[in-house]
């Protein structure tokens, strides 16, 4: 049984001058770095919810999702004295802002390249993460002429 649900995404900005795409990461206060993502409130389907925390979270209100891009993180952490099993759905949305203002739940964000984000990410189910929805845009990118 699962006890808490989140929805969140990969935040990818393509900058104008046809560089690296950058990854839009944020470090908790627990001291992990993670995508934004936060609890689906109920009457929210997930994307709702994935997008109200982006909004909140980092000020971007300009989301677009990449259609077909739809995965599941889990785990399990300890809280007080309970054990929590916890499931994040994750979106991929592409956005043209680059400023971001994070809200009071985060001590701060990044914007990084693809090899840095896999480096600055805590947990190897985000970094896994991170490859596929890379992988998954690859795939999405028209052939070059
Ligand atoms: P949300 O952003 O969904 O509201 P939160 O900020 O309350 O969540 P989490 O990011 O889920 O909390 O972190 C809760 C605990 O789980 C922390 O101790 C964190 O280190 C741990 N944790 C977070 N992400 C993972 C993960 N992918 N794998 C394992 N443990 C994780």
Do not use: C
Not at 24 to 34: I, S, V
Not at 46 to 70: L, P
Not at 85 to 90: H, M, P, Q, R, Y
Not at 93 to 98: E, F, I, M
């Amino acid at each position: 049984m699962v006890d808490e649900r989140s929805a969140g995404a990969v935040v990818v900005f393509m900058p104008s001058d046809s560089g690296k795409p950058e990854y839009l990461l944020l470090h908790y206060t627990a001291g992990h770095w993670d995508f934004p993502k936060g609890n689906i409130e109920a009457g929210e389907t997930e994307k709702e919810a994935a997008a109200r925390e982006i909004r909140e979270e980092t000020g971007i209100a300009d989301v677009e999702f990449v259609e077909g891009f739809r995965q599941i993180i889990s785990y399990r952490y300890r809280k007080a004295r309970r054990l929590v099993d916890k499931e994040v759905v994750l979106f991929l949305v592409r956005t043209k802002t680059r400023d971001v203002k994070i809200s009071h739940e985060h001590i701060g964000f990044a914007w990084k390249n693809y090899d840095d984000a896999i480096k600055q990410l805590t947990y190897r189910n985000a970094r896994n993460l991170l490859e596929a929805a890379m992988q998954f845009m690859e795939k999405e990118k028209p052939p070059a002429a």
